[in-house]
């Protein structure tokens, strides 16, 4: 008997200590860019930036946590300076690759 509650714990701990899947992501930010010389505004698309996550949700809230960040940073810089050369529109979170 004493044999048979050392095999269920040890399938027990066995059984528990499987790792997650771990996903990559890609993030993408536009942003509106103005030139500093001319006063010219244009979008542009940023490099793809890699987010690990072990679902969906957790890598879409680590994407907006990015997102509102870079739009507190270009809200603050123009409250301190009057203009921003980077002003954040919109994010994109992309395709999942599975990974060990």
Avoid at 10 to 27: A, G, M, P, R, W
Avoid at 71 to 94: I, N
Wanted: charged share 30%.
């Amino acid at each position: 008997m004493k044999y048979l509650y050392v095999l269920a714990l040890l399938f027990i701990v066995i059984s528990c200590d499987k790792k997650e899947k771990e996903f990559q992501y890609y993030y993408t930010q536009t942003n509106e860019e103005e030139s500093f010389f001319n006063g010219r505004s244009y979008i542009e698309t940023s490099e793809p930036d890699t987010i690990i996550g072990v679902s969906d949700s957790s890598a879409y809230m680590e994407a907006f946590k990015k997102f509102t960040i870079a739009k507190k940073v270009s809200q603050d810089m123009k409250e301190a300076y009057g203009r921003v050369t980077k002003k954040p529109l919109s994010f994109q979170l992309l395709d999942e690759v599975w990974i060990s």
